[in-house]
């Protein structure tokens, strides 16, 4: 359990896909007001993060304004790189890329959402590992690693501190995992219900 409020940092990029890191924000978000409203001063610090500290715009026209730029965070406990198209253009991008490796190897938790898996695997911190992806990129993220395990049909997967989850809405559910592993199983349940969170996707819940 850990009982010592954590820095999160959450990486966007022009064309990340929303949901990807806004349902994990909300999951971190929600955590913290479950520990306020019990009156426990643990809250974690959760920052938005853009290479330059700008404002990027989501692959669906959502506009977000970061917390800071990549060169005002030395350290964090947790990364988390969601994915969307937008990662196609980071894969390549070399000090971002450094950044990541640089982060990833004094964080406590190094996590992704669909396609961020990129990143890192670009990065070269996949290797050796088992990954997971969206179901569309799966042979793309083995492609860019063959020295990964990369799985598929999991939503998500947790190797040592790396832990990658599927598409879009699967990072919900890895980020409450991460809640019960860093708090314990209980207080993840609390925040899970206090996000109204119990998945009943419409054409197979009125089976």
């Known amino acids: ?122 990065a070269g911190l996949t290797r050796g590992k088992k990954v997971t992806t969206h179901w569309g990129a799966l042979e793309l993220l083995a492609q860019t690693d063959n020295a990964a395990t990369v799985l598929a049909n999991r939503r998500y997967v947790r190797d040592g501190n790396l832990v990658s989850a599927a598409g879009v809405s699967a990072g919900i559910d890895m980020a409450l995992w991460l809640t019960g592993q860093r708090f314990t199983p209980d207080h993840a349940r609390a925040t899970q219900r206090a996000m109204e969170y119990d998945p009943a996707p419409p054409y197979s819940a009125e089976v």
């Open 1 to 122: 359990m850990t009982t010592a409020p954590m820095k999160i940092g959450i990486l966007i990029f022009d064309g990340v896909e929303e949901l990807d890191f806004v349902g994990p924000f909300e999951v971190f978000a929600m955590s913290n007001e479950v520990f306020e409203r019990q009156g426990n001063t643990v809250p974690d610090e959760i920052i938005l993060i853009s290479q330059d500290g700008q404002p990027v715009v989501g692959a669906k026209g959502m506009k977000f304004t970061p917390d800071a730029s990549i060169a005002e965070i030395g350290t964090l406990d947790v990364l988390l790189i969601p994915g969307g198209q937008g990662t196609r253009t980071e894969m390549v991008n070399q000090p971002l890329l450094d950044w990541v490796i640089k982060i990833s190897a004094g964080a406590t938790w190094v996590t992704s959402v669909c396609t961020g898996a990129l990143l890192y695997a670009k």
